[in-house]
């Protein structure tokens, strides 16, 4: 694969944190204008949330490896996949991206550009929830990257569609796009005084994924003759 510099890999990380944050907030307030049913809205914010990471990640995986999230940024970089510079510029990108999505979502539906959200998620079935979403989104990554590559773009799209649904918190499982969220009062907000415990459960799924995920990998040991 080509190896692009930094800053170009940067750039990549956030547009695609943007448009994905975008692509979320946006679907979300469509759909909370066109009904007054919340489970349709939920479907409507889930289909625009999947499809879009597979597009993404087809389209900027090549150029920065589209993490568009500092958990995953975070795996990588515990991997040694990511230097500790390259990672720390990786995650400012992201949430800088991640915060101009939720702009332009707001600018497209003629809203000021950004607003704190007033909107409650927090306890404890939210933050397992959220650990349990982020598991499976690295573990999806890492067993795709280990054995079919090219499938990642549809594994994290289809997992995170199936993940809005079997958990409580509807699968943020992202730092950057939670925070970014934290700046809309529309249907997919979230109350900044609960992000650290989303946060937290993140970065917390994360690395129990890698963790299982290193171990999982391990080959057998090869037999050795008896001379």
């Not at 204008?33 to 990640?57: E, P, Q, S, Y």
């Amino acid at each position: 694969m080509q190896e692009f510099d930094l800053t170009r890999r940067c750039i990549a990380e956030a547009l695609g944190t943007g448009i994905l944050v975008a692509a979320v907030v946006g679907s979300g307030i469509m759909a909370d204008a066109l009904t007054a049913d919340d489970a349709l809205a939920l479907v409507a914010n889930t289909i625009a949330t999947g499809a879009i990471l597979v597009v993404l990640i087809t389209m900027l995986g090549p150029l920065s490896g589209a993490h568009f999230n500092p958990a995953v940024s975070l795996v990588f970089a515990l991997s040694g996949s990511l230097t500790r510079r390259e990672c720390s510029a990786y995650v400012v990108a992201q949430v800088g991206g991640a915060v101009a999505g939720t702009a332009l979502a707001h600018l497209m539906f003629d809203l000021s550009p950004l607003d704190i959200s007033a909107k409650v998620r927090t306890g404890p079935a939210q933050w397992l929830s959220e650990a349990v979403a982020a598991f499976g989104l690295v573990a999806a990554i890492l067993a795709g990257i280990r054995f079919r590559r090219e499938a990642v773009p549809w594994l994290v799209g289809l997992y995170i569609t199936a993940a809005y649904w079997f958990t409580a918190s509807t699968s943020f499982a992202n730092p950057a796009v939670a925070l970014a969220r934290s700046f809309t009062n529309t249907f997919s907000g979230i109350r900044p005084g609960d992000l650290p415990g989303f946060v937290l459960a993140e970065l917390f799924g994360a690395v129990c994924a890698l963790a299982l995920m290193r171990w999982l990998f391990q080959p057998a040991r090869p037999m050795t003759g008896a001379g």
